[in-house]
């Protein structure tokens, strides 16, 4: 055997290994397999070191073993039952006690620095161990950003304040209504969106309610007024067709005992059965003419203003609504100009002795008239009859602009085939203006409809297909044909 160098000897035995870190007293497998080869090595470094004249210190003795070890072996550890000698005579240590948790597993390189000491003929060897020979438990190593980031739960996201919910409950509907129309006067062939309502409503505790309701298919248009001037009838203004505006309803309710509530804001004024049911309700499109067709005056149904009204049920059959307003329809969304109110009422009996019949009446008074604003006075009667997918309706209803009475009236019936499916038809009748003929904007027309209304999702889906016919009085314009097509969604 060759001896080491007498003036520095310097000998470093590297042993890289996994150290499993386990519990105290319990040696990993690795460790296990690695024990016998570092006595061996210690034993020849021993043997190598007399040869060469140097002692090794007591610690070195056992530097290998110790880097196997577990980092609780260090300490002082209550004694195993028992401890079964190894091949070169040192003990292993029993498993440690099953209520430790176990440790994570740690791969570590364990470096022994052998230096011989000049201060004495002994020369004394230096042990030390590099850092990164150290396990955790001895030299814990400072966390990184990434680290420390990875430990951290991310923050759960702050709801502002602003958007906070309020008090009461929130309802949300609406009315989504796509058409195709073929053969009207001013457009031949087109698509159109006739309606998108969203409707928003609430309770505010148990007797105060509101609702607010948008159209944004609605298209601001104007409306004329006319007067007579020797004779002829002529435009004396124009003024923005309040039915146009996007906001349709907006108002208060607050319940009363016995099924009445008072409600205020902006609303339908109560006028026929035709001019007060909702879109989503219709069997076709377009509500009857004196309610639908604004540039000849139709505004007798289906308008809307600011005011209060009260509305209940008496005798468990009679459903009365009574209100005043700025107006009969022409002051939505506006002020009143003249102080003025007008006062509307429907009231409808059902429970008539005849299962499924209801009458009923309506009308509005608008007050005397002054020279700013024009008498607007409404008068109308409506019946309706409903059985075993029969629906019957009629309605008539008049009204007097200033000098200008105007009337309209229709018959309704609809015929279910299926239970999603059901056949309609209608006659619809207007006259802008009972005392002149002769023009378009005064003449009598007639309208025929026919289509057919299936469901596609219960009530909450429909495809609509009508064709009709109008026709003038006296000839004064060309009879028009329109095929329409729409479906539409409500929820």
């Not at 073929?182 to 031949?188: D, V």
Request: overall charge positive.
């Amino acid at each position: 055997m060759t001896p080491l160098p007498s003036k520095t000897t310097s000998v470093r035995a590297s042993l890289l290994c996994a150290l499993c870190v386990a519990p105290a007293g319990v040696a990993t497998p690795r460790a296990a397999h690695a024990q016998p080869r570092a006595d061996a090595r210690a034993e020849l470094l021993a043997r190598r070191r007399a040869a060469a004249g140097v002692t090794a210190s007591a610690p070195l003795a056992h530097a290998a073993h110790a880097a196997y070890v577990a980092p609780a072996a260090h300490k002082k550890s209550s004694p195993t039952p028992s401890a079964a000698p190894s091949r070169r005579g040192r003990a292993t240590r029993a498993p440690a006690a099953a209520s430790r948790p176990p440790v994570p597993t740690t791969l570590h390189t364990a470096s022994l620095q052998l230096t011989p000491s000049r201060s004495s003929s002994a020369a004394m060897t230096r042990v030390a161990l590099t850092p990164a020979s150290l396990p955790p438990h001895v030299a814990p190593t400072p966390a990184t950003a990434a680290t420390k980031s990875a430990a951290t739960p991310a923050a759960l996201p702050v709801i502002p304040a602003a958007i906070a919910p309020g008090a009461g409950t929130l309802k949300l509907g609406g009315l989504l209504q796509a058409l195709y129309v073929s053969g009207a006067p001013n457009a031949r062939g087109t698509f159109r969106l006739r309606r998108a309502e969203l409707k928003l409503a609430g309770d505010v505790g148990e007797r105060v309610a509101w609702t607010v309701m948008f159209d944004a298919a609605k298209a601001l248009g104007v409306s004329p007024t006319y007067t007579t001037v020797d004779g002829q009838q002529v435009v004396s203004q124009t003024s923005v067709n309040a039915a146009s505006q996007m906001l349709q309803d907006a108002f208060v309710a607050v319940r009363l005992p016995h099924g009445f509530a008072v409600e205020a804001g902006q609303m339908r004024v109560p006028l026929g059965l035709a001019g007060t049911l909702p879109g989503s309700k219709l069997e076709f499109v377009e509500r009857p003419m004196y309610a639908s067709d604004r540039a000849r005056g139709g505004a007798l149904g289906d308008v809307r203003d600011v005011g209060a009204q009260v509305r209940g049920t008496l005798l468990h059959r009679v459903d009365v609504v009574a209100g005043l307003f700025n107006g009969s329809g022409e002051s939505q969304n506006a002020v009143d100009g003249d102080g003025e109110k007008a006062l509307a009422s429907r009231v409808v009996v059902r429970g008539l002795g005849v299962a499924g019949l209801q009458l009923g009446a309506s009308g509005a008074y608008g007050g005397p008239p002054t020279s700013a604003f024009a008498r607007r006075d409404r008068l109308g009667a409506e019946a309706q009859f409903t059985a075993r997918g029969l629906t019957l309706r009629t309605e008539y209803m008049s009204g007097v602009d200033g000098a200008v009475r105007r009337a309209g009236y229709y018959g309704h019936a609809g015929v279910r085939v299926r239970t999603n499916v059901e056949l309609v038809g209608r006659v619809d009748v207007f006259d802008p203006d009972r005392a002149r003929e002769g023009t378009t904007a005064t003449a009598r027309a007639r309208a025929i409809l026919g289509g057919v209304d299936v469901a596609l999702a219960g009530q909450n889906a429909a495809l609509q297909l009508a064709y009709g016919t109008r026709a003038y009085r006296g000839a004064v314009a060309p009879a028009s044909h329109q095929l329409l097509v729409s479906v539409q969604t409500s929820w």
